[in-house]
């Protein structure tokens, strides 16, 4: 944990960096970005989108003569992860949007990150071409055949540098493991294993082997009738590669051990915090629905998402939360109107910044919000066009709930529930945070004095 | 309340007009929404939610935690209106007991019952997806239909916990075959309907596509379904 970074004092103020998506208003559905992730060095930030395309930009070198802009980021590569497929039996589309993308750390020159649809998981590698060979003896410079009664002499190729050409390839797809829809998938920190989750079920995977994957979770019941509750999100502890947590639809989570059983259906900790009597509704199981859970980095803490707040635990304590932060409170008394228009079942992720000492989350009318978990502070920033002038400092935004309206507040009936931010990013280790909002990302800078 | 921005689904919209609501409980400024909500939940709701769960179900595949939790509310809707039709006629709102009689009376046999087919029919589509191939999930060697080998769903090639499903399933699977499906005429030459049933028409048309090598391996396919759908007991 590094002393000063990271941490929302009074001090932090976030700039906006870049943006990037068009800006039209008719845009096409595919270009709304579905996931959005940096790499374990934060050279590299990969989003994915309805469309089953990735996009990865690379953070440019810094250069001493522009010391007020940090590196920029620019795209390095694209490529369509994934098509859209139709199975034959159950006479359905799968969508190509990607859910999820989850980074490898990097062990050589090449990148390799997992990118996942509905119901196939992908593994991309991702490499540099700067040189190529020339001089072939059986080939000519266009790469035809040559006549070998033509050759004379022999010559050995050489390596000659070319412009950098950036190619990803499929090297491993690991497919026909699920029959629900994959919400989450997790890189184990033995690097050789990971699991994919969806609604009644998690894999574990090697990565060499497609054609297998073990089961480890399933929680689907004899008859689908009694089903009641689904899987909504699962992760790998950071550091320990036999544990992992699910959480579900009832606002549980459960932390699993593998070493206990091969089938992990009896957790080793069940998290859960009881019903508060004086908030209960229709909707309570609605909005106690886990949408996002996220272990801290360093392994003590997960954090998970629910409609209306933000929940830090320890795990060493599973009957409540350590902390509890408001997302958009003023929702609550609207969620009536929120379960007609289906918002209600909105799935919000959170993320952890580099020292876990701020947590960020997003919310509606293009607002995201961070909570500082050591001096209780919080702020709601807004990403849009208008923000949008190199450097410009972000204004915090304030929702105004009842009563009079300041001049720089916007009512609750005045906010835009399309604009979502579902999906947010943060650098593993600088003030650089990277927002989703439909179909542009945003890039968030904190001010260099 | 609804902000100028946002995007209804259409369907939603028209289900919407349908509805006979008096939609009090839209009110941002009623009392009622900022407190607590009412112990018996107004029928529009209830219809809400059931025009929800229908909708959901509709789709070809259904998001199914959006299905499961709308269920479990409609569940608990239906619970706050049970006890409101047993007590006496309450002064206000007049309506409410005959209407939530009337509901319970007639739909809550007929929800339940809708639900649990409904999810079962749910059940029976995973069923048929998990079918097992008798090779590995790359595909048959050389067998493909119209360039992509259709994806069977999950095949739980279980760990140790459960053994190895090949070894032991093989038999199983073709113990119960019923050979009338050989005989029968759908499936005489390749020029035929693929699916039996009311499919026929699009069957008929894209048949032609198909040749003896792919409509055999989608036999022998359909039969190692046919051999898991076949549940014990009577009924279904």
Redesign the interface.
Same mark, same amino acid.
């Given at each position: 944990m590094i002393p000063g970074i990271g941490t929302l004092t009074q001090d932090t103020l976030w700039c906006f960096s870049q943006v990037k998506g068009t800006i039209e208003i008719g845009t096409t559905e595919a270009d709304i970005i579905s996931t959005v992730e940096f790499n374990h060095t934060g050279e590299l930030l990969a989003t994915g989108d309805k469309g089953g395309r990735v996009v990865i930009f690379q953070r440019e070198q810094e250069s001493k003569n522009q010391v007020h802009r940090r590196g920029e980021y620019n795209v390095y590569s694209t490529f369509q992860s994934h098509e859209p497929e139709f199975d034959y039996l159950k006479s359905l589309e799968i969508e190509e949007k990607i859910n999820k993308i989850r980074w490898l750390p990097q062990q050589n020159a090449a990148y390799f990150l997992l990118s996942t649809n509905d119901k196939t998981v992908k593994l991309w590698k991702v490499s540099e071409r700067d040189k190529r060979p020339e001089g072939y003896n059986l080939k000519d410079e266009e790469g035809r055949l040559r006549d070998p009664a033509t050759i004379t002499t022999l010559r050995v190729p050489v390596l000659r540098p070319m412009d950098l050409m950036v190619e990803a390839t499929p090297r491993r797809v690991f497919a026909n493991a699920h029959t629900y829809h994959i919400n989450s998938i997790s890189v184990n920190s033995d690097y050789e294993t990971y699991m994919s989750a969806d609604d009644l079920r998690i894999n574990l995977w090697n990565f060499e082997i497609t054609n297998q994957s073990f089961n480890i979770v399933d929680i689907k019941p004899a008859n689908m009738e009694e089903l009641t509750e689904v899987i909504t999100a699962a992760e790998f502890h950071p550091h320990h590669c036999n544990t992992f947590v699910y959480s579900s639809s009832k606002g549980t989570i459960r932390l699993c051990d593998m070493r206990a059983s091969a089938l992990c259906d009896r957790h080793t900790k069940f998290f859960e915090e009881p019903e508060d009597p004086s908030n209960r509704s229709f909707f309570s199981e609605i909005i106690s629905s886990i949408s996002d859970v996220k272990f801290s980095h360093s392994g003590r803490y997960i954090m998970t998402r629910d409609y209306l707040t933000v929940k830090v635990w320890d795990l060493n304590m599973e009957n409540r939360p350590i902390e509890t932060y408001q997302v958009h409170d003023y929702l609550r008394s609207k969620l009536c109107s929120l379960y007609e228009n289906d918002c209600i079942f909105d799935k919000f992720e959170c993320v952890w910044n580099g020292s876990d000492s701020v947590i960020m989350t997003g919310s509606y009318n293009n607002f995201f919000r961070m909570f500082d978990r050591n001096t209780k502070r919080d702020v709601t920033l807004e990403a849009s066009r208008e923000n949008s002038k190199p450097r410009a400092i972000l204004k915090p935004r304030k929702v105004c709930v009842g009563g009079k309206r300041r001049k720089d507040e916007i009512s609750v009936d005045s906010l835009d529930f399309s604009k979502k931010i579902l999906h947010t990013a943060w650098h593993p280790s600088e003030n650089i945070i990277a927002v989703a909002a439909t179909n542009n990302l945003y890039i968030f800078q904190d001010k260099v004095n | 309340?609804?902000?100028?921005? =946002?995007?209804?689904?259409r369907e939603?919209e028209e289900e919407k007009e349908h509805l006979a609501v008096d939609a009090w409980?839209?009110d &941002?400024g009623h009392a009622s929404? $900022?407190q607590?909500?009412p112990a018996v $939940?107004s029928s529009s709701?209830f219809d =809400?939610s059931v025009l929800k769960l229908h909708h959901s179900l509709q789709q070809?595949?259904p +998001?199914?935690?959006?299905l499961?939790?709308v269920?479990?509310?409609l569940r608990?809707?239906q619970a706050?209106m049970a006890p409101a039709a047993a007590l006496p006629p309450v002064p206000s709102p007049p309506a409410a007991p005959s209407v939530a009689d009337n509901l319970l009376a007639s739909s809550d046999a007929a929800l339940s019952a809708s639900? %649990?087919s409904l999810?079962?029919d =749910?059940?029976h589509?995973?069923g048929?997806?998990?079918a097992p191939q008798p090779l %590995? +999930?790359?595909g048959p060697p050389g067998r493909s239909?119209?360039g %992509?080998a &259709?994806?069977?769903?999950? =095949?739980?090639?279980?760990?140790? %916990?459960?053994g190895c499903l090949l070894d032991d399933g093989l038999e199983g699977l073709f113990e119960d075959i019923d050979t009338s499906m050989y005989d029968n005429e759908l499936w005489a030459p390749a020029s035929e309907g693929l699916k039996p049933g009311p499919e026929d028409g699009p069957g008929k048309e894209e048949a032609p596509e198909l040749d003896e090598a792919e409509l055999d391996y989608l036999m022998d396919?359909l039969v190692g379904?046919q051999a898991l759908e076949r549940p014990p007991g009577p009924g279904r």
């Open positions: - | 309340m609804l902000s100028k921005g =946002l995007k209804r689904k939603e409980w839209l &941002p929404v $900022a607590a909500p $939940a709701l =809400l070809s595949e +998001d199914l935690r959006h499961v939790l269920v479990n509310t608990r809707i706050s639900m %649990a999810l079962e =749910l059940s589509i995973e048929l997806s998990q %590995a +999930d790359e239909i119209g %992509a &259709p994806s069977l769903g999950a =095949l739980d090639l279980l760990g140790p %916990a459960t396919v379904t």
